[in-house]
């Protein structure tokens, strides 16, 4: 039986890839900040689906905490198999509203994290001749708007290299760039999704769906739902600027809902 650590997994898209991942009778390692979550997740999971389920409390903000991941992923009597590095988060306010501690901490969580997990976690894969990374990123990585989209931009740039630079190892890479989804995500960083239609949100299942078929069928990136496909397409023809001119006017807002 395979086994699947999953970063950020206690809601939203990370508990979504749980719940399949655990359907299809994956092992898991359940890794976030919460440990009542945690457990809870585990319990629930292990019951409903039959698989061992572990747990592993740690901030990926922190060096502490990424180093932690790091030594799970090298323990070869354990292996992982499957590893989503899906741990995120937004900041509220635009460049320099947000204190840059914040910001700090947010290259922290999707960039070095994002490196050094995938880095402990591919050479074990590569040996083993199998295994597959989904990296979760955003769309926001095709409209420049702020710190968040730059460091999802550099996801789906190092996911793409890393895949280029692995080919042919058995090992497969994933940058995963879903649009608006219902998750905790807004919730938590304090912004406003009211200026966004009903038909602009996925579904977090679908979403792990989408990413999965894409993974299987080798597609590097993948961008679920029809209507982000063709915002990410007409992203890629127009100006920078101009792209991200649009985000701005579609995107979220900073005010209460």
Not at 42 to 68: M, N, P, Q, S, Y
Not at 81 to 95: E, S, T, W, Y
Request: glycine content about 12%; charged content about 25%; some cysteine.
């Amino acid at each position: 039986m395979t086994t699947a650590l999953i970063t950020g997994a206690t809601a939203g898209i990370g508990a979504a890839f749980a719940r399949r991942l655990a359907r299809d009778g994956r092992d898991l390692v359940l890794v976030a900040r919460d440990t009542e979550r945690l457990e809870a997740a585990a319990a629930d999971l292990g019951k409903r689906f039959g698989v061992r389920v572990e747990t592993l409390t740690a901030d990926l903000a922190t060096d502490a905490g990424i180093t932690a991941v790091e030594e799970r992923l090298r323990d070869a009597e354990h292996p992982v198999d499957i590893l989503v590095n899906n741990a995120g988060f937004g900041n509220k306010g635009a460049f320099l509203q947000v204190p840059l501690g914040a910001e700090l901490d947010m290259l922290k969580v999707h960039v070095e994290a994002v490196l050094r997990i995938t880095s402990a976690a591919v050479p074990g894969m590569r040996e083993r001749g199998r295994g597959a990374v989904v990296n979760v990123a955003s769309v926001a990585a095709f409209f420049p708007r702020g710190t968040y989209g730059a460091s999802k931009a550099w996801v789906v740039s190092f996911t793409q290299g890393v895949a280029r630079d692995i080919a042919g190892s058995g090992v497969r890479l994933q940058a995963l760039c879903p649009g608006f989804t219902r998750t905790e995500f807004h919730q938590r960083a304090g912004m406003g999704t009211s200026n966004i239609p009903s038909w602009g949100w996925l579904d977090a299942d679908r979403v792990v769906d989408d990413s999965l078929r894409d993974l299987v069928l080798g597609k590097t990136v993948s961008v679920p739902g029809k209507r982000y496909k063709l915002a990410v397409a007409l992203a890629r023809l127009v100006p920078s600027g101009r792209a991200g001119a649009i985000s701005s006017k579609a995107g979220r807002s900073y005010g209460p809902n």
